[in-house]
């Protein structure tokens, strides 16, 4: 039996039925990493080597003792008779923007990349505290800043382990290459705009943006403060539904972790869909880009993509589901315009902290002031996207601006606000337990195509990011694998708090399409 | 394609930033920014109600779900030593930075002598 191959619940059940030990489980897991991940992301990493090319490249650091000394503490627990937790043995990866306490915490950037951070986030924190092993830091785009992970300073940065010429998305493409290559069955992301489902769509994994305020932010490196949301990332509904159960709920470090009970999950995750309103939009079915001409155009989604939502909305209608069609989202595509906006005022002002004096880079230039400090710090520290996205940021909040600007984006927020409560509103037309939607407008595409155009890039979210203007939570999960074989993602959405609901439609789903062909396909890093 | 973002604008945006760039990025980064003033213009033809609320988050905070604040109190932090270990330049305890510029506030170009 390949370890490295079973689900989170599959590990937890064989550790406590003392088949395995959480040491075994974590050494099989890094000696996966030892063979599929290859050179860890790292700062001036020169051309890539062929081998480089095969391998996943999802790590910047790998904690192997760190990791060790917790499954030892596990299995010495389980010996004991105590109960680890819910996690217990359970190997997992994080996002290298969340801070844990005595790791190297990079953001991927330059002027993050010799910060031990002295204190641990408290996602991280809940999952060590149910007994989860944490194997190391993964790799993300600077910042978060990007959707295919190309803009980390850490270099190689992640591949995509079904076609490892194509990007794993982003940002938290570290965390999804992780779990899909099978190096961990958890990892911990985050999604501003769409930074958790859509590498988990272009992976093949399931991924979820929690309700804002459900999972605390603290110690997690803010880029929307507004927006930010971590996440569970797995392969199966049942596992995320185990890591979310554990990192849920309030936090007296984050004021916006709101006081909210936190429902079983796991309880929930088999009662079926029958009797429950799914809607469609036509909407979300279809895509908006720039065009050759400096405009924008409508398009249709692509039809293996559009297959995959009508499919899955057949699937849930046999198993009992009532399907809503032809449900209003007109303020969908101003997800991105608005995200433009508030996103890069938010940013800009979260990374203004980063100036060489507290901790972080400092420019090794002797500088007669500090204000030339900071600047040659910050020119030398952050890479391109991060500088585009502070530009941005003061530019649409300069006072002459901010109007036109600023607000603007803030009152189509409620728009986008009010097109879910029209949609989730128990007393209004639609009555909605959730919105079935595709998750991305492609599948992965190539390394190379789209890093360097800005706006293309940030297009790849326009149908992930609403959810995060109106802080509704959204899962993606793979519902399967277009004619390259690269994964497609479906998403649901539903209102605030409904996490159950959407794991327990994403469970019904997934066993319903257990037995289907593209299931069983390997990815290229297993061919 | 019009530049709503000109030379000027945009020195004086890497001011405020407190960035200096290379050209070779400034060119690239003037460049995404007008374009991505393209893809906002978009939201000037929204019609929006002028009482429309602005949202600073989706989620509705009401009172039963917003944690009350913390009570002032000062709680010694355990770990100072591993915070001020971080720092690039330390004397002591004390963080260590160049001369802090000083600048009139009724003349913005002319530099005060250190007191």
């Given amino acids: ?527 | 394609m019009s530049e709503k973002i000109d030379r000027a604008t945009f020195d004086h945006l890497v001011e405020l930033a407190a960035l200096e760039l290379e050209e070779d990025q400034a060119e690239y980064l003037r460049r995404e920014l007008n374009k991505q003033l393209e893809a906002i213009a978009e939201l000037s033809a929204i019609p929006i109600l002028p009482d429309t609320d602005v949202s600073l988050h989706g989620v509705d905070y009401p009172q039963t779900i917003s944690p009350p604040p913390r009570e002032d109190v000062w709680i010694a932090s355990d770990n100072a030593d591993d915070i001020l270990s971080q720092a690039p330049q330390t004397e002591g305890r004390f963080l260590v930075v160049p001369d802090i510029p000083h600048t009139r506030l009724d003349s913005e170009n002319e530099e005060q002598e250190d007191a």
């Fill in chain 1, 1 to 527: 039996m390949n370890l490295h191959q079973q689900s989170a619940h599959v590990l937890t059940q064989l550790l406590r039925k003392k088949e395995v030990s959480a040491v075994q489980i974590t050494q099989a897991a890094l000696a996966r990493i030892h063979a599929v991940d290859g050179t860890p992301g790292q700062l001036d990493y020169g051309e890539l080597t062929e081998e480089d090319r095969h391998k996943v490249h999802a790590f910047i650091s790998v904690t192997a003792e760190r990791a060790l000394a917790q499954a030892r503490a596990v299995d010495e627990q389980l010996a004991h008779g105590e109960d680890p937790g819910l996690l217990a043995g359970i190997p997992f990866t994080v996002k290298d923007i969340f801070a844990v306490k005595g790791t190297l915490t990079t953001a991927a950037s330059r002027i993050l990349a010799n910060f031990t951070a002295p204190y641990s986030a408290t996602a991280v924190e809940r999952l060590e505290g149910a007994g989860g092993i944490m194997l190391g830091k993964v790799n993300l785009d600077e910042f978060t800043f990007g959707s295919s992970n190309e803009s980390s300073a850490f270099q190689p940065s992640p591949r995509n382990p079904w076609l490892l010429e194509r990007v794993p998305g982003g940002s938290s493409g570290g965390s999804t290459a992780s779990v899909a290559s099978g190096e961990a069955p958890l990892s911990l992301g985050t999604d501003t705009a769409g930074s958790i489902r859509q590498p988990a769509a272009f992976c093949g994994v399931v991924g979820m943006k929690p309700t804002y305020g459900r999972v605390s932010r603290y110690g997690l490196i803010a880029f929307g403060s507004s927006l930010d949301c971590p996440g569970p990332i797995a392969r199966d509904t049942r596992d995320a539904a185990m890591m979310l159960q554990a990192m849920a709920g309030a936090d007296r470090r984050d004021s916006t972790a709101a006081l909210v009970d936190v429902p079983d999950y796991l309880a929930a995750l088999e009662r079926g869909v029958k009797g429950l309103r799914i809607g469609i939009s036509p909407d979300y079915m279809r895509i908006t880009f720039p065009s050759a001409d400096g405009g924008y155009q409508q398009q249709p989604l692509p039809a293996e993509i559009a297959q995959a939502v009508e499919q899955a909305a057949e699937v849930l209608r046999s198993l009992g589901a009532e399907i809503i069609e032809d449900v209003p989202m007109p303020n969908t595509r101003y997800g991105i315009p608005a995200f433009f906006v508030i996103s890069r005022v938010e940013a800009a002002s979260n990374l203004h902290r980063f100036d060489g004096v507290k901790y972080g880079h400092r420019t090794s230039d002797p500088m007669m002031d500090l204000r030339e400090q900071y600047k040659r710090t910050r020119n030398e520290g952050f890479g391109l996207q991060p500088k585009l996205r502070i530009l941005m940021g003061m530019y649409v909040s300069a006072a002459q601006y901010s109007e036109q600007y600023y607000r603007r984006a803030l009152q189509v927020r409620t728009l986008i606000r009010r097109d879910f409560e029209q949609a989730f509103d128990p007393n209004g037309p639609y009555r909605l337990d959730a919105l079935l939607t595709p998750t991305t407008p492609t599948t992965a595409f190539k390394i190379g195509d789209v890093y360097g155009d800005s706006v293309l890039m940030q297009y790849a979210d326009q149908l992930t990011v609403p959810a995060n203007h109106a802080g509704v939570p959204g899962i993606s999960l793979p519902a399967g694998l277009d004619a390259d074989g690269a994964p497609i993602g479906i998403q649901l959405l539903g209102p605030d708090f409904s996490e159950a609901t959407l794991l327990r439609i994403g469970r019904s789903y997934e066993m319903a399409t257990a037995d289907e062909a593209w299931r069983k396909v390997l990815t290229e890093i297993d061919r």
